[in-house]
C-alpha cells in the first residue's frame, strides 16, 4: 500500500512536522511540531534537523578549551592568594617579633619616669644586667663604663623604634598627622551606604 507523499517543510527538508514519540531505535525522541505554544515557526526543518556531525566535534572541543581556561584562570588567582598570603604570614611574624622586643624593652631596669618620644640607650653591665640611661655613648665619651647595645625612641604609642628607624618612622607618623588634620582633602565616598537598611 503506497502512502501519500509527505509534504516538505518550508524550509526545504523531508522531514514531516511530526515525529512518534519512539523512534524505533531504542531512544525516544522529543516529539516536534511545527507551532510550539501556538507560534509558526519559519523553518521546522532547519529548528530541528540534526545538526553537522562537525559540529559536535567543535562544540566538544570548545567545552575543553573552556575547561582548561577556567582552570588556568582558577590557578592564577590562587596563585596570586597563596602570594598574600605569604606575605601576611611574613608581616604577621615581623609583628610578633616586633612586639616580642618592645615588651623586653619595657621590662628593662630604668632608674627613671620614661616618656614618650626621648631616645633611651641600652647598656649592659659586666654581671650581664642590661639597663636604659639617658646619656648616650657620645656624652660618655672614652669613659663610657658599661657595653653599649642599642639607642631606641620610646613611641606615644609606647613601641620602640630603633635609632636606625627614627628618621623613617617619623616621616611616616608626619604624613599621618597631616592626613588626619585634612579630612576634607579625601575624595568623596562613592560606595553605597546602608541607611534605611537597619533598623
Known amino acids: 500500500m503506497e502512502h501519500a507523499a509527505a509534504p516538505r517543510p518550508p524550509g526545504g527538508g523531508t522531514e514531516s512536522p ?17 507551532t510550539p505554544g501556538g507560534l509558526a515557526l519559519v523553518s521546522p526543518y532547519h529548528t530541528h534537523r540534526v545538526g553537522d556531525p562537525a559540529d559536535l566535534v567543535a562544540l566538544a572541543e570548545q ?5 582548561e581556561f577556567i582552570r588556568a584562570n582558577a590557578s592564577n588567582k590562587l596563585t596570586v592568594i597563596a602570594e598574600q598570603i605569604q606575605y601576611l604570614q611574613e608581616q604577621a611574624r615581623k609583628v610578633l617579633e616586633e612586639a616580642r622586643r618592645d615588651a623586653d624593652l619595657h621590662h628593662v631596669p630604668c632608674n627613671m619616669v620614661k ?3 626621648n631616645i633611651y640607650y641600652l647598656y649592659r653591665r659586666e654581671s650581664g644586667q642590661q639597663y636604659f ?3 648616650s655613648p657620645e656624652e660618655w665619651g672614652t669613659s663610657c663604663p658599661h657595653d653599649f647595645l642599642g639607642a631606641y625612641k620610646l613611641q606615644h604609642d609606647l ?24 579630612p576634607m582633602s579625601l575624595p568623596p565616598c562613592t560606595e553605597p551606604t546602608l541607611q534605611g537598611l537597619t533598623h
Not at 511530526?18 to 511545527?34: D, I, S, Y
Not at 567545552?63 to 575547561?67: E, L, N
Not at 620602640?160 to 618612622?169: G, S, V
Open 133 to 135: 640611661s639617658i646619656i
Open 115 to 117: 616618656k614618650p618620644g
Open 63 to 67: 567545552v575543553q578549551k573552556a575547561d
Open 159 to 182: 613601641s620602640w623604634t630603633p635609632y636606625e628607624d627614627i628618621e623613617k618612622r617619623d616621616a611616616n607618623i608626619s604624613i599621618m598627622d597631616k592626613l588626619l588634620s585634612q
Open 18 to 34: 511530526t515525529v512518534p514519540a519512539a523512534a524505533g531505535q531504542g531512544g525516544a525522541l522529543v516529539e516536534r511540531t511545527a
